[in-house]
């Protein structure tokens, strides 16, 4: 997908400070779950990622460690799924006991090519890198455009979606990628809560949910990386609170 490619803003060192390798951050997730008593028989997974193949190594892990996820996601992370696709989710919770687990992975995704570059990945069978996430990518490489900003300018609902996101949360300048990719798992955490509190669980009065959000980093050489923005329980009575991982 075209668009414009960002000259580093800040170094990878920096921007990686708080990243964890994928295997750390999903392993760090189940043990802070399993601690407070949600076993994996009993918990559903759903990911909201892109589509990109890059993001494979996210469902892989997930499956590896709770079973087989449910996908929400669309171009850019965003959830693509409408209340139906979360009902229909939220009614495959395990009921093994008197309360099930819905717990969601939300992710914007990065790529950073062996020069450093933000934004862009080298891919298997590929001899010049091309844009990660290209869908954010060319969402910016148009707002960034002397007449961007009056509408989307794509023949596609879910870079649309992703393109009215950015425009509401960057209406006057759009930040380089990198920083733009921790805006939308922001933006992705907002949208997983927005659709959950319209939502009337069917998994049982006592159905925990749990939302971790955050950047997916593609590094050369099959080295993931997930920077952590936010994760949350929310309990069956409603309330929230951090979850420690
Ligand atoms: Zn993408």
Redesign the pocket.
Known sequence: MPGAIDTPTMDVDTFLRDARPLGTYLDDVLAAMTAEGHEIEDTLVAISA???EL?APLPTGVTARWGHPFVLGG???LPAVGPTGWATALSHVPSNRSGGTFLVFGMS?LGIDPSGTFGQSLRVGQRTPSS?????IATRASLTEPDGGASCPFDDHEICRLWDTVHERHPDAVPDIATLSTSVAAAIDDAIFDIIDRLEPSGGEDLTVAVCTGVHIHLPDDDERIIPHRSTVIASDGTTRALTI
């Open positions: 892109c589509r990109d993001v171009l850019g992370g995704h990660t996430c290209g869908a954010l």
